[in-house]
């Protein structure tokens, strides 16, 4: 757990860029990606990882998805390259912060409904088939009983 904490505290600054970001948009998915799949595993364990740095990844979801969907931050002073959309974890980062904990993600919102369902790339891409408003449904009513 401290291994990934000091990772995410150096792969993701505050406003959610990430250090491969000004590589291009692949190899920052990549990294984010892997970040929110493991603290889906963690959190099924019990181990909380997501709220780490004030949820950094949330502000990392939201940079790139805007980046994906057309946006340049103002953070970024460098041409973007390698924009395009993988499907790498966001479903299962969106199910968690807005399905089980009712964050609004507007960015990586409008980028998934575009993207919907993701496709099989790489060893990623089921994130629709196994996340996609799970969350919502068990999370929550978890939380009434």
Not at 54 to 65: D, G, P, Q, T
Not at 76 to 81: D, I, P, S, V
Not at 125 to 139: F, K, N, R, S
């Amino acid at each position: 757990v401290s291994m990934w904490k000091r990772v995410i505290d150096v792969y993701i600054v505050d406003c959610g860029e990430c250090k491969e970001t000004s590589r291009d948009l692949f190899h920052s998915q990549f990294g984010l990606g892997g970040l929110l799949q493991l603290a889906e595993m963690a959190w099924q364990q019990g181990i909380d990882l997501y709220s780490h740095g004030n949820s950094k990844l949330v502000r990392a979801m939201e940079f790139h998805a805007n980046i994906t969907n057309g946006g340049h931050p103002k953070e970024c002073c460098y041409e973007l390259k390698g924009v395009g959309f993988l499907p790498c974890g966001w479903e299962v980062g969106y199910n968690h912060y807005h399905g089980r904990m009712g964050i609004e993600l507007p960015e990586t919102a409008k980028m998934l409904e575009k993207h919907r369902p993701e496709k099989y790339v790489f060893h990623w891409g089921l994130g629709t088939l196994t996340h996609y408003e799970t969350a919502e449904v068990l999370y929550r009513k978890q939380q009434v009983v």
